[in-house]
C-alpha cells in the first residue's frame, strides 16, 4: 500500500525514503535511495536518507508526541515548526555555523536539512579526546550573532512582538522549567537519577539548601518572564556538531524568546562535564582552553556587535550597554550552575559523567560538578570572565582531588 503522507504519523524508514524521493529535488527521478533511523536523542527520530548510487544525502528531523527518553513527557510535535523556522533564521544570520533546511512538512511535522556525517558531535568529540580549535570562537561568534539580533534596541519593537509570539514553546519551556529549574533542586516527582553514594551529598548540597534554592528561584522567574532575545535554549555539546574546519550548531526546538545568557551559561556548563569528565580519568582534553576562550570571546565580541547594533536611543544611553552586559553575564553564570546541577542529579543526564567507568571517579566527578553548579549560581554577579569560570571549577575539583 503507498504510504499517506496527508495523515500525521511517525514515518518507518522506507516511508521516509519515499517522502525526500517525492518531495526533495536533491535526488534524479528513479534514484535507489535506503534509509535509516540513527537517532539517539532524548526526544525525535532521525532518518539518513542516501542515495546508494551517488553518495548523495539528507537528513529528516520528525517529531513524535512523546519524548523518546521516557513517555512520560507530552510533547507537541509543532516544535519542528519552530526548529525549521528557528534553523532558517539561523541561515541567515550566521550562514555556515548550521545546517542547510531544505523543505519542511507541516503536516508529518518533519525538517529536510543536511546531512552532517563528515562531523561529530562535539561532546563524543571530546570524549574521544580529538581537538577543534574553532569551535570556541565559532560558538561564541554563533552566540551573539543570533542573541544580539533579536535583542530590544536591536530588533524593531513590533517585530519583535510578533516573533515572541511565533516563537511561544510553552511544551519545551516546560520541560526545562521542570528538568533544569525545579527538579534537581526539590525531587518532587521523584525522577531524578541519584546513586545511593551520591544521594546524601545531593540531599545535603541541593534539596536541603535554602539560601540556593532561593537564588534559583530567581533564575527561575528571569526564565519565565525576561523575553530578552531567541534563544536556542539546549546549547550544549551535543547540539553542535565539529570538524576540525566546521563548526554547526543543531537542534533550536527548545528556542524562544528567554533570558540572553542561558545559551552561553549551558555551553560553558557543558564543557566543564568535559574537563570533569577527563580529569576524573586522568585524560587530557581541551575542554579547559575551551571554557576560557568561548566565555571571553562571547564577551569580546558582545561589545562589538552590540555598539554597531542598538539602533533605540533610549539604549544608546551611556552605562546602558554595561548595565545590560552585566545582567547577561549574571544569566550565563546561573545557567551555567544549573546545567551543571542538572545534568548530574536530573533525569536527562550527560555520557561525559554517565560512561565514567569507575564508580569512585564519577562519584568524584559528580560531586565537582555540584559543587561547581553552586559556586556559579550562588556568585553568578562576580563571574564576569573566562579566568573566572576557570578558577571556580578548578576550586570545586580540587576539593573532590580532580586538580
Ligand atoms: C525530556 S527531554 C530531556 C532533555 O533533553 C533535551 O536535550 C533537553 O536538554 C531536555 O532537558
Ligand atoms: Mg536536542
Redesign the pocket.
Known sequence: MAPNFDTYHLLTPSEAALWAAQRLSLFSPGASLKAAEIGD???NYIFRVVDTATGVSVVLKQSGDT?R??DQ?K?SPDRNRIEHDVLVRYNAVVPGLVPQVYASDPVLNLTAMEDLSSHRILRKGWLEGRLYPRAAEDLAEFSVKTLVATSDGVLDPKQKKALVRDFINPD?CE??ED??FTEPFADLRRRNLVSQALLPFVEKELYEDRRLRLEVAKLKAGFLSGSQALIHG?F?T??VFVREDSTKVI?PE?AFFGPAGFDPGVMAANAVFALLSARAEGRENEAGTFLVRFVDRFIERWKDLWSVSVSDPSFQVPGYAEWHLNRVLSDAAGSAGLELC?RTV???QVKDLTALADPQARLRAQRASVRAGKALILGRDRVRSGNDYWKTVRRAAAKEGLD
Open positions: 536523542g532524548n526526544l519524548a527518553i521516557s513527557f510533547v519545551l520541560i526545562t528538568l533544569v539546549d550544549h551535543g547540539s537542534d527548545f542538572r536530573g533525569i536527562a
